[in-house]
């Protein structure tokens, strides 16, 4: 069982690690160097500073709905799958969501 919790853990880095990389290189796509997304919004013209979080949310919201296809157990938020279903989501609803979440924070939109 600690063999399979270190490897839970090592897996849950190393999708941090790229998580993080992959906002960096989506803030370089985006503004063209990658900063802290306060030093980003601030070298934005006002102009951006509202339409690039709206684009990011819209891919976001598009990234969501091509999630909802793939619910194939009605408890498919996490929390309700661990403890009312069977504990299992799809990899694919998974890193649809991800990507969700990497467009909107990429974008200096709001989580939570």
């Known amino acids: 069982m600690l063999l399979w919790a270190g490897l839970a853990g090592f897996a849950g880095t190393l999708a941090t690690i790229v998580f993080r990389d992959a906002l960096a290189g ?3 796509l985006l503004v063209g160097h990658s900063i802290s997304l306060v030093e980003m919004a601030e070298t934005l013209p006002w102009q951006m500073r509202v339409i690039l979080p709206c684009a990011g949310g819209i891919v ?3 990234f969501l709905v091509i999630a909802k296809r ?3 157990d009605p408890s ?3 929390m309700e799958a661990i403890t009312q279903g069977t504990g299992h989501i799809s990899i694919r609803q998974t ?3 991800s990507l969700s979440s990497l467009s909107t924070i990429a974008s200096g939109g709001s989580i939570g």
Do not use: E, F, K, T
């Open 26 to 28: 989506m803030q370089l």
């Open 60 to 62: 976001a919201g598009v």
């Open 70 to 72: 793939y619910v194939s």
């Open 76 to 78: 498919s938020d996490y």
């Open 95 to 97: 890193l649809l969501r």
